[in-house]
C-alpha cells in the first residue's frame, strides 16, 4: 500500500527505521509493517505524519508532495485566475460564465477594501 512505501521512504531520508518512526507515533507494535498489506487507519496515519514531517495527504496518495502546506496556503479558496477547466455538477463551465465570476469577485474585493479604508 502506499502508506508503507512513503513511510519507507522518508524514514530513510530522515535515517530512522520503520520501528523508530512507529515508536515515536506511539502506534501499535510493528504496525508500520501491517500497512503492506492492511490499510492504516487515520489516527495511526496522522501520528506518523507528525513523526516524519509531512502530511496525512502525502501519505495517503493525495498529493506528491511531502512537505505540508503552511497555515497560509491551506485554504478552500479556488484560483479562478489560472487557465483550466472548471465543472459544476459535472458540466464543464463555460468561459463566458468564469468571466462573470471573475468580474463579480473583482468587484467584492474592490467594495471590501474600499470599506475597509472608510472605517480607517
Known sequence: ???FERVKILA???KMTLKEVNDKAGIGTNSIYNW???KPGSD????VAHV???STDYLNGLTDNPIPRSE???TDSIPLDQEM???YHGYNVPEKYL???RNLMEDDIKEGQAKQNEDK
Open 99 to 101: 468571466k462573470i465570476i
Open 12 to 14: 530513510k531520508q530522515k
Open 72 to 74: 497560509d496556503e491551506a
Open 44 to 47: 495511526a496515519v496522522k501520528a
Open 36 to 38: 503492506k498489506t492492511r
Open 1 to 3: 500500500m502506499i502508506q
Open 85 to 87: 477547466p472548471y465543472s
Open 52 to 54: 516524519l514531517g509531512t
